[in-house]
């Protein structure tokens, strides 16, 4: 069931969390402790607001004036940082479920908690990662 | 900008939908009214939860009984609903934005909503969508 889990801690590189989130095109990341347990989740809406320079978000109507290029300084800016820094203040609870979980219990944690993906474990360790879509993708019948 | 975006509305068959999400491995899908306007937005989240049978959402230590073959029947009960009937009750805010926004305008929008995707809007139709991970893409340098 586990996709593979790009391995992202909370003193990885921002910038390389972000390139990561931007290749595998997922709508968010697990972040591990560093003694490799889930600790958060990083969703790729939320990384997206350090694109935007601050007087951006204290004044939206800037955005129109401002070029493409003011946007490749947020690769910069991101390379500065650590994902720690990117987490949202308020921890949202991670979905966790378990190897051998059956698709309806992996359904029903991601569906109570609203989370676009969970980390799946197996004897304490996290091997993967399964989407709401991949979740899909198992349980229906194909086209 | 945009990429491709099937083309859902409140009156598409529910595992039609579903299949899309899955296919294309999306974390949600823009649904339009029969105008062909973005009315709501139809997270993959949403979605696994009616993969769960009414009884396990009572009481989810069933699930940990129940057989895989079970979530089979998640397609047939689908397959009797409308995209109407996956909506959330409370209506979550759409992103929208304009072919001809710039990164940084549609990276303020989508942080602000914490919306996984934006519908991108050209003279007032949605020509397709963007992820927020395809907007890290778009804007960070490649590794």
New interface residues.
């Given amino acids: 069931m586990a996709e593979d889990a790009p391995l992202v801690n909370l003193d990885t590189n921002a910038?390389?969390a972000?390139?990561l989130?931007?290749?595998?095109?997922?709508?968010a990341l697990v972040v591990t402790d560093a003694d490799g347990s889930p600790h958060a989740i990083l969703?790729?809406?939320?990384?997206?607001?350090f694109?935007?320079?601050g007087y951006?978000?204290d004044d939206?109507s800037l955005?129109?004036v401002?070029?493409?290029s003011?946007?490749?300084r947020?690769?910069e800016k991101?390379g500065h940082k650590q994902v720690r820094d990117l987490l949202p203040r308020e921890r949202r609870e991670l979905a966790t479920v378990n190897h051998d979980d059956?698709?309806?219990?992996?359904?029903?944690i991601?569906?109570r908690l609203?989370?676009?993906l969970a980390a799946v474990m197996k004897d304490g360790r996290l091997i993967g990662v399964v989407?709401?879509?991949?979740?899909?993708?198992l349980?229906?019948?194909?086209?």
Same sequence: chains 1, 2.
């Fill in positions: 910038l390389e972000a390139q989130l931007a290749e595998r095109r997922l709508p969703p790729a809406s939320q990384v997206v607001q694109l935007v320079p951006v978000q939206p955005a129109r401002m070029t493409e003011m946007a490749d947020a690769g991101l059956t698709i309806i219990e992996v359904a029903a991601m569906a609203r989370c676009p989407t709401a879509s991949r979740l899909l993708a349980a229906l019948p194909k086209r």
